[in-house]
Nanobody, 118 residues
Framework: QVQFVESGGGLVQPGGSLRLSCVAS????????VNWYRQAPGEQREWVVSTTMRGTSNYADSVKGRFTISRANAENTVYLQMNSLKPEDTAVYYCNIPTTAGGVFGSWGQGTQVTVSS
């Protein structure tokens, strides 16, 4: 069974930074594209960033230049470094593996809450 555990969230002031971690079990992340998603209160879950198994990354326009995705294959972990955080980045952040059908491969984890507020 494929499971994801996200961590690293917290409360940070605008302009601050956080690094989120996504650890997977039941699957080797280095063999797949991995996405980060987020869901703000009252909103639908949205895609934030992708990293392919070849290391190509794509970012939503709203986070481009501020967020950086990276992998630690030996730890079966994907990180999301978030800098220059804004209040509109407040959301629960999730990771998962996208499918070609537009869905996701594994069950959704609990996510990690990111709150940007002064």
């Amino acid at each position: 069974q494929v499971q994801f555990v996200e961590s690293g969230g917290g409360l940070v002031q605008p302009g601050g930074s956080l690094r989120l971690s996504c650890v997977a079990s039941g699957i080797t992340l280095s063999r797949y594209t991995v996405n980060w998603y987020r869901q703000a209160p009252g909103e639908q879950r949205e895609w934030v960033v992708s990293t392919t198994m070849r290391g190509t990354s794509n970012y939503a326009d709203s986070v481009k230049g501020r967020f950086t995705i990276s992998r630690a294959n030996a730890e079966n972990t994907v990180y999301l470094q978030m800098n220059s955080l804004k209040p509109e980045d407040t959301a629960v952040y999730y990771c998962n593996i996208p499918t070609t059908a537009g869905g996701v491969f594994g069950s959704w984890g609990q996510g990690t809450q990111v709150t940007v507020s002064s």
